[in-house]
């Protein structure tokens, strides 16, 4: 027996059928190439179609599906909102898959990012075995995925794990409106932004970014900055360090964790960082709290939501 997990992302489409022991037995990502609305949804129905057929006569039986989608899944009417793909506000995703598959009986279920990187480090990860843990996801935004007592915290209409917009400073700025000051500050994005701002307002700036076009500027281009002590890169991620330890702080202080994963695209590259961040967790968090948390970095890397999809395709949460 398999599930089938499929993982959306702002530019992709990876769907994979994994045993429910954890092996990935066939697994094809496809670029979205700009589609939106709609032919989004027909491209996880093409992925998913092929693994159907891959396994249509075989003893192997697919009974049911776990989708993770890069912004909130409602379960209350099964719509999804994700911002960074165009016509999904409130895309009826639950109902087009329904739909596809009405001549069979395979269940669907629909869960968000910030749910499916914690489930997958639950599952085959570094969380395996706990039951309070963690996920901060640092990309080009910032979310928590957040396990408690062995449940998945959802809230009201799903938004649990927003964190990109925790407030860790002052003052307020009509930017912070948009996306989140933790977002703007300590996220991919609010990082290359800071690269901009900071090489506006030094006079004679001869560093690595000088004659960089920052739109073609990645994260490995920034550590290698910050290894030849470029002093934008070098204030940059010691202003993130100080972010993402106070952020650890706030959500230790409040959910009192066992495991404190740090993943996404940053992390990556940024987990040389983990003993620095911690040290300013150190000064912010609750102590009782602090003290027993083990600070780790995914296990499953950028494959941890699809992982989360398969353990939510499982039924067991």
């Not at 989608?69 to 999804?80: A, E, Q």
């Not at 066992?258 to 992390?267: D, H, L, P, Q, W």
Request: charged share 20%; net charge positive.
């Amino acid at each position: 027996m398999a599930v089938i997990a499929v993982n959306l992302t702002s530019t992709q489409v990876t769907a994979a059928a994994i045993s429910i022991a954890g092996k990935v037995m066939h697994k094809k990502t496809i670029a979205l190439e700009k589609k939106t609305g709609k032919d989004v949804s027909i491209l996880i129905q093409n992925q998913i179609e092929c693994l159907l057929n891959i396994y249509k006569n075989d003893p192997i039986q697919i009974k049911s599906i776990g989708i993770s989608v890069p912004g909130i899944s409602y379960s209350k009417n099964g719509t999804v909102w994700a911002p960074n793909i165009p016509g999904w506000e409130n895309y009826p995703l639950l109902k087009d898959l329904t739909n596809f598959l009405s001549d069979s009986d395979i269940k669907i279920k629909i869960g968000s990012n910030r749910t499916c990187h914690i489930l997958g480090e639950y599952w085959q990860g570094a969380a395996k075995k706990s039951k309070n843990a963690i996920y901060l996801s640092v990309g080009n935004g910032i979310g928590a995925g957040i396990l408690i007592d062995g449940k998945i915290l959802h809230g009201f209409n799903d938004g649990v794990g927003a964190v990109g917009r925790l407030c860790l400073g002052q003052p307020f700025d009509n930017t912070y409106k948009d996306k989140g000051f933790f977002n703007a500050k300590a996220s991919w994005v609010g990082m290359v932004e800071s690269i901009a701002e900071k090489k506006s307002k030094q006079k004679n700036y001869e560093g690595f970014f000088s004659d960089k076009d920052l739109k073609t500027v990645n994260i490995f281009d920034m550590f290698h900055a910050y290894k030849i002590k470029d002093k934008i890169a070098v204030s940059i991620f010691n202003e993130c360090i100080e972010y993402w330890g106070m952020a650890a702080a706030d959500l230790i202080s409040l959910f009192n964790p066992e495991i404190f994963i740090f993943g996404g695209s940053v992390f990556g590259p940024a987990l040389e960082f983990l003993n620095d961040i911690k040290n300013v967790t150190a000064k912010w968090a609750q102590p009782h709290n602090y003290v027993n948390v083990k600070f780790l970095g995914s296990q499953l890397g950028m494959n941890a939501a699809l992982f989360g999809a398969g353990q939510l395709a499982s039924g067991k949460f």
